[in-house]
């Protein structure tokens, strides 16, 4: 959040610089703390949104509805709210900004392919995240890196109106910014991502064991998922780090070479399926 105030009020200060219009900084500065504020307060909603997800009804999901009421009282946590994406792929993430707004989303594809015990540790490791207090930071990084998208955007059509119709230096400044933002906006959603994801789902994982003592019904439910290997029918990369599993489809780049297999590890939002098995059952044969 801090980072997202500072990029534009920078900008601000930049272009209000270059036009000689201190509004234009006081109206970067509004605007931030603006969507800081939203971010935290309407984050949640969005991304529930963006997913596609609906409120899941009691009676139709019984089971389901017991499994995340029994491990939240098992946790200590207030009960989330249970939502339901209807896709094919097997996954399910957890938002809101805090334990008490909660809230906990799966597909229909992952109850259909998951028995009880490794539902309870899919679910488990959700209620982590919200226990671990990994949700607000995640959450709110869709939405202050999507604002940064949609800048980038703005400044670039802004700069190409500008520069068609007047041909000034005011266009090419402009299209100067708007292009830097287009080019590190995606980097920065990814180092943000990597950043606050990849240990999260180890530390995730661990306590959701310790949750239901029973390491075994995870590690399975993530070589379920694994295997399948079902990429979510609308994908997005702002919100992929959310997920208990990525929700693009994977490719296997072992062999291209174990060097590409190696990138394309390092660049993921979430560690590999097999290194998440291995920590989860310690020493004991990963299959």
């Known amino acids: ?44 909603k969005i991304v529930l949104t963006m997913a596609g997800a609906k409120e899941a009804d009691h009676d139709t999901y019984t089971d389901l509805y017991h499994t995340v009421e029994n491990l939240s009282l098992t946790a200590g946590l207030p009960m989330p709210r249970v939502y339901l994406i209807k896709d094919g792929s097997p996954n399910a993430f957890a938002t809101g900004r805090d334990k008490e707004h909660a ?58 109106r500008r520069g068609d119709r007047d041909n000034d230096k005011g266009g090419g400044i402009l299209m100067v910014a708007g292009i830097v933002l287009v080019i590190l906006s995606p980097l920065f959603a990814k180092l943000i991502q990597l950043a606050i994801s990849r240990k999260r789902e180890f530390l ?13 019904g995870l590690a399975s439910a993530l070589q379920k998922i694994s295997q399948a290997n079902i990429p979510l029918r609308n994908p997005n990369q702002a919100t992929a780090h959310l997920f ?6 994977q490719v296997n780049l072992g062999q291209v070479s174990n060097l590409g297999n190696k990138f394309s590890s390092l660049f993921s939002t979430h560690p590999p399926v ?7 059952l310690g020493e004991r044969k990963v299959e």
Do not use: C
Not at 7 to 26: C, D, E, K, N, R
Not at 204 to 216: F, I, K, N, Q, W
Not at 244 to 249: E, V
């Open 103 to 160: 809230v906990v989303a799966v597909t229909t594809g992952l109850l259909q392919i998951l028995n009880k015990t490794e539902l309870e540790g899919v679910i488990a490791h959700e209620l982590s995240h919200i226990g671990n207090r990994d949700i607000l930071l995640q959450t709110v990084i869709v939405v202050l890196v999507g604002f940064v998208s949609i800048l980038a955007n703005i400044f670039m059509r802004g700069g190409m």
């Open 204 to 216: 995730a994982d661990a306590s959701g064991v310790l949750l239901t003592r029973y390491p075994e």
């Open 274 to 280: 097999t290194e998440r098995i291995k920590a989860i």
């Open 244 to 249: 208990i599993a990525n929700p693009f489809p």
């Open 1 to 44: 959040m801090t980072m997202f105030l500072v990029v534009i009020v920078a900008l601000g200060y930049f272009i209000s610089y270059y036009y000689s219009s201190p509004v234009i900084l006081y109206g970067a500065i509004i605007f931030s703390l603006l969507m800081n504020i939203l971010s935290y307060w309407y984050s949640d």
